[in-house]
């Protein structure tokens, strides 16, 4: 019953050119030269024979543009490209509420949309406001997921969620309060959707936090969490803004933007 599998594809919609101090939390601790690093900006689609759930939405293009970021396709282009449509998303998950993922959320007009009842929590409440976590959100993007919420098609999840058949929500935090990622069920194995629990697999092969943090030991505990997943037979861990995800999984260290795991 619950043997449906998915194809899972990783859809880079964005990029920018950052440092390896900027995206490491503390850089300097590991007394290490600074380096550039590519951030890429991704979400991903899973397409089974009965539904297809979108994990995240990318940023909007004006979200995008004031912190200076290079949009490479807008949300619906970008879904077009993983060759499916807004209309045809039966499920939206939302990882964590920052810009870079739930920016082209307005385009699902139909889609049931899911996130943690902590994430949600923790943005609509007072503590989101303040300027080291404001930052990395928009206010308008926060008033559209309590429209949401309103209009009752806001699922808000527990620590771990069945989203469908095969496909797992589990909380991590870390990152932010109620940071969630995704785990789908494919022929070759489970594709485990880090989001923004791993930016970068440097975080998770050499124990190196990210910048930006809620709280320090929940996100040392993801990566415990996550590596325990991924020994799973055939698991693959997915990052989520690092260039290696394309080179890993294609073979190919180039341009492509969209990545698919399907077996
Ligand atoms: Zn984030």
Redesign the pocket.
């Known amino acids: 019953m619950t043997s449906e599998h998915y194809e899972v594809l990783a859809v880079r919609y964005g990029t920018r050119q950052a440092s390896a101090a900027e995206v490491f939390l503390n850089y300097h601790a590991y007394r290490e030269p600074d380096r550039p690093l590519r951030m890429d900006y991704f979400f991903w689609v899973a397409r089974g024979p009965a539904r297809t759930v979108v994990v995240d939405t990318g940023f909007s293009p004006a979200g995008g543009a004031s912190r200076g970021r290079t949009m490479l396709m807008d949300t619906e282009p970008a879904l077009r490209a993983a060759g499916t449509a807004p209309d045809a998303v039966a499920q939206v998950v939302l990882?964590?509420a920052?810009y870079?993922?739930i920016g082209g959320l307005p385009v699902f007009t139909g889609a049931e949309v899911l996130m943690t009842r902590a994430e949600y929590d923790f943005w609509t409440g007072p503590m989101g406001r303040r300027g080291q976590f404001a930052h990395?959100t928009e206010a308008s993007e926060i008033d559209c997921l309590r429209e949401l919420r309103k209009a009752g098609r806001l699922t808000l999840t527990g620590r771990a969620h069945q989203i469908a058949p095969g496909i797992e929500l589990t909380e991590v935090g870390g990152?932010?309060p109620g940071?969630a990622i995704v785990t789908v069920a494919t022929r070759g194995g489970p594709v485990i959707l880090a989001?923004?629990a791993v930016?970068y697999y440097e975080e998770l092969e050499r124990d190196r936090p990210f910048s930006?943090v809620a709280d320090l030991a929940a996100m040392y505990a993801a990566f415990d969490r996550i590596r325990e997943m991924a020994a799973e037979p055939g698991a693959r861990v997915v990052a989520?803004h690092d260039p290696l995800v394309a080179e890993r999984f294609t073979g190919r260290a180039g341009s492509d933007d969209v990545i698919r795991f399907s077996s």
């Open positions: 990882t964590h920052h870079d993922h990395t990152h932010t940071q989001s923004d930016h930006t989520g």
